[in-house]
């Protein structure tokens, strides 16, 4: 009797996260869990290959071909009231985490932590680190269409110096006498002494760019991949999907399912769902 494949069969479930856990138990290194549980290694194993797993997980997923679309589920390490869409006041792991889903800097960190352009297309100083000058992306939109301008890095950025905003990088921006736009998709940086690094300071999560006169940061919206469906601290009821427009664009649909894990007042684990459509 031949069974019916639903593409559901192909997510790592918990019992298959059991299993993961218990073949490390048996000698399974960190790095084969992480070659199995990974992006691109998650069904890679070999039916037997892996001492614990299934042998019709492993046949199903060497055999099935590629397929596009489908779903990602997220275990966070903590969830607390204090969670934040606000990339200004992001203090743990899982903020960082979200800002970079929901939104993008100027600049980004390649895989040696090494500034790389990402709404700017390029970035220049044009003395020894003084003066800097940015030239944006053309065609990025926020997630209700907004066009990128010149006005939403100023304000992204400059916002940060502002008291009342709280940010948790505020010193990192004191350096940072002003901002100017030169033209439609140019901005200028002008710092009060010389920092080879500033590339590499806009790359960090808290000074992602927002739009323009941004006051409510509940709906996460920028340019990033990943669209905010639901956002709720603590339960960590935050549902997004992949988009087709800005500067990551990957053009499918993606439902992320987010767990939260937190430690109650009694210091038992919780567990908080995130929703998914």
């Known amino acids: 009797m031949t ?4 593409p559901n069969d192909l997510f790592v479930s918990p019992e298959q996260s059991m299993q993961v856990y218990n073949a490390m138990q048996r000698g399974l ?5 992480m070659k199995v549980l990974g992006a691109a290694g998650v069904f890679a194993a070999a039916s037997g290959a892996l001492p614990g797993f299934s042998s019709a997980w492993a ?3 060497e055999s099935a ?3 596009y679309g489908g779903r990602i589920r997220i275990a966070a390490h903590s969830a ?4 934040t869409l606000d990339p200004a006041l992001g203090a743990t792991a899982i903020d960082y985490v979200r800002a970079y889903m929901f939104y993008n800097g100027l600049t980004q960190y390649d895989e040696d932590l090494t500034p790389q352009p990402c709404l700017a297309e390029s ?3 044009t003395d020894n680190g003084s003066h800097w000058i940015f030239t944006l992306r053309r065609g990025v939109t926020f997630h209700d269409g907004k066009p990128l301008t010149p006005q939403d890095v100023i304000f992204s950025i400059m916002r940060h110096k502002d008291p009342a905003t709280g940010s948790k990088v505020a010193s990192m921006v004191e350096q940072i006498d002003s901002i100017r736009a030169l033209d439609d998709h140019r901005v200028e940086f002008n710092l009060s002494s010389p920092n080879i690094e500033l590339p590499s300071i806009l790359a960090v999560s808290h000074l992602v760019i927002v739009a323009d006169g941004t006051s409510d940061f509940s709906k996460g919206l920028g340019t990033g991949a990943f669209k905010c469906q639901e956002f709720t601290p603590a339960c960590v ?5 992949t988009r087709t427009t800005g500067a990551m664009a990957i053009p499918i649909w993606m439902p992320l399912r987010w767990w ?3 430690t109650n007042h009694h210091g038992s684990m919780r567990c908080s769902l995130a929703m998914c459509r």
């Open 65 to 67: 071909a590629p397929q």
């Open 260 to 262: 939260g894990l937190a």
């Open 3 to 6: 069974r019916e494949k639903n």
């Open 29 to 33: 290194s960190r790095r084969e869990a």
């Open 123 to 125: 970035f220049e100083n």
């Open 80 to 83: 607390s009231t204090k969670d």
């Open 237 to 241: 009821r935050s549902a997004s999907a």
């Open 59 to 61: 046949a199903d997923s």
